[in-house]
């Protein structure tokens, strides 16, 4: 179904939420995507051989950092719905920003396990609280078009990021340092200094933002309002009820898989391109590897923005996330058997594309159906569990490529997760009542 045609305040509030706060809130998320994932640039430049890692330790430190991240997740976005989201989204970056700095001078296996760790821990509570944060700004028929752009942030960290970290990492020698350490501390700071700005940007309601007018706090105020009394209406939702909702624990076993393969390509592609040269017999340079890296991410955040156009446009609907999920699954293998650079980085880009389209759509699903202190739960819990995915994708995609010496079977596993969260979302939409609507996605 077609969106109503908007009133004047309508399209006037949204168009300045737009441009005030999701380029701020994805300017942060780019930055936490690629703090994140700094570790996927400096292992194969260098880091691996200085602290002589094995593929399996650098899956586990990769993904022990989601050890601290799962266990705080939940507390950390309740706390986010206590204290107000713009002192908590930025205590959280600056203290991630702190601990990432830190990585430049790590010098031992051991050390890297703590960092990653500790950094786990400060960034617990982010993703979930920017989710939460951004959705509790417009109505839910807007939701799909704000998250998108949103999410826009994370391919492109690595088109950009990528690129940025081969920049810095080609800075070998300054302050006599490696360049993958040049590249920690070059892509750390940042993270401080924006979490300082945010306090001073971030408003916490509409009633305090003093770049809407009387007119459009009232629009907004009034809609959002009446949105929750709706979903209050319908049922009442206690944070035990949460825990006991079948639809978020479904929703955690989809993200799951959206999660595994999104994480198995952000830690491992950097390395896989790496590969190339023994596979293919072509040589790149730093820099070239960090452009290949971003081809992917760049045609899934062209592909990302149009797919959440349509589900804009007709509504969310549950095609609009499992069809995705079964293209997904089924490009990872296919990646394993091109015969060139160039046709293993346009199916990994099929890959890609999947995941992205999906995600920001996946989103909109807990704040339709929750609200309050119960969505901020939903949301962290979806995460937290989710990104279980973060760890294993890390320590069994390394495991794997050690016990087979290829990356074969682990791309086999992506495939078969993606696949699983499109199976599981059909069955999710399947059974409804016959009294809900017919989609998930668009209840409300």
């Keep these: 179904m077609n969106q109503p045609t908007m009133t004047a305040v309508e399209q006037s509030t949204i168009r300045k939420i737009s441009w005030r706060l999701v380029p701020f809130v994805a300017l942060m998320f780019f930055i936490n995507f690629l703090d994140r994932t700094a570790i996927s640039f400096a292992g194969p430049n260098g880091m691996t051989q200085d602290l002589g890692l094995t593929a399996l330790q650098f899956g586990l430190a990769s993904g022990i950092f989601f050890i601290g991240y799962i266990l705080l997740e939940v507390p950390s976005n309740l706390a986010l719905h206590k204290f107000g989201a713009r002192r908590w989204l930025a205590r959280i970056m600056i203290s991630w920003g702190i601990v990432s700095l830190l990585f ?38 807007h939701r799909s078009k704000i998250l998108s752009l949103f ?9 950009f990021g990528a690129p940025l970290a081969a920049s810095l990492i080609q800075q070998h020698g300054l302050f006599g340092m490696e360049g993958w350490r040049v590249m920690f501390m070059g892509v750390s700071i940042p993270a401080i200094l924006i979490g300082i700005v945010a306090l001073f ?19 907004l105020t009034t809609e959002l309002e009446a949105e929750h009394q709706q979903k209050q209406g319908h049922q009442k939702h206690s944070l035990r009820s949460v825990m006991g909702n079948g639809r978020v624990w479904m929703l955690c076993l ?15 592609l950097p390395t896989i391109i790496a590969g190339f040269q023994q596979q293919f017999g072509t040589t790149f340079n730093v820099m070239q590897k960090g452009l290949i890296t971003g081809v992917p991410y760049l045609i899934a955040a062209v592909v990302m923005f149009f797919w959440s156009k349509d589900a804009t446009r007709r509504g969310c609907k549950t095609w609009h996330i499992a069809i995705p999920a079964l293209a997904g699954g089924i490009s990872v293998p296919l990646a394993l058997y091109m015969d060139s650079p160039f046709t293993t980085i346009m199916v990994i880009a099929i890959t890609a594309s999947s995941i992205f389209a999906a995600l920001p759509n996946f989103w909109t699903l807990p704040t339709q159906f929750l609200t309050g202190a119960s969505a901020a739960a939903a949301i962290a819990l979806i995460n937290t569990l989710g990104n279980v995915a973060g760890f294993s994708a890390g320590y069994i995609t390394g495991a794997l490529h050690d016990a087979t010496n290829s990356y074969a079977l682990p791309m086999f596993v992506v495939g078969g997760f993606m696949l699983l969260s499109a199976f599981l979302m059909l069955l999710l939409n399947r059974r409804r009542s016959p009294s809900q609507p017919t989609s998930l996605a668009q209840e409300h």
């Design 151 to 159: 999410y826009l942030a994370q391919p492109l960290t690595v088109v």
């Design 201 to 219: 940007w971030l408003v916490d309601s509409p009633r305090q933002a003093k770049w809407l007018t009387a007119e459009e706090k009232t629009w």
């Design 254 to 268: 989809i993200y799951f898989g959206f999660i595994y393969g999104l994480y198995a390509l952000a830690f491992f």
């Design 104 to 141: 430049t001078w790590v010098s031992s296996v051991e050390g890297l396990y703590t960092l990653r760790l500790l950094l786990g821990i400060a960034e617990a509570g982010f993703f979930p609280g920017a989710i939460l944060y951004l959705s509790m700004w417009v109505p839910g028929r």
